[in-house]
Nanobody, 125 residues
Framework: QVQLVESGGGLVLPGGSLRLSCAATGRTFSTLTMGWFRQAPGKEREFVAGIMWNGGVTYYADYAESVKGRFTISRDNAKNTMYLQMNSLKPEDTAIYYC???????????????WGQGTQVTVSS
């Protein structure tokens, strides 16, 4: 079992930036496929981005088209941590952001079985 803890959320002005972190314990981090999800008020949780075990392959969900070019997912296996750099933030990016992990080398949402508690990101003037 892997434990995940997100941090880095907060209140930011439109156009601002935040970097979210996800620290993992309990399992060899470098074996995990990792992902960021978000859930806005009144909406279903959506997959935002994923990154393979070695960081060599990343994926940005098609329906999160608006995040492409603004968000960057990365990981540091030496620090057991994944990141989401979010630039040019918009009010519609307001959501609880969750990190998740899976042992499969896929980005299928159903394969993500371990979740963090989430961190709130609010973009507002």
């Amino acid at each position: 079992q892997v434990q995940l803890v997100e941090s880095g959320g907060g209140l930011v002005l439109p156009g601002g930036s935040l970097r979210l972190s996800c620290a993992a314990t309990g399992r060899t981090f470098s074996t995990l496929t990792m992902g960021w999800f978000r859930q806005a008020p009144g909406k279903e949780r959506e997959f935002v981005a994923g990154i393979m075990w070695n960081g060599g392959v990343t994926y940005y969900a098609d329906y999160a088209e608006s995040v492409k070019g603004r968000f960057t997912i990365s990981r540091d296996n030496a620090k057991n941590t994944m990141y989401l750099q979010m630039n040019s933030l918009k009010p519609e990016d307001t959501a609880i952001y969750y990190c998740a992990a899976n042992l499969e080398r896929t980005f299928r949402v159903v394969d993500f079985g371990s979740w963090g508690q989430g961190t709130q990101v609010t973009v507002s003037s």
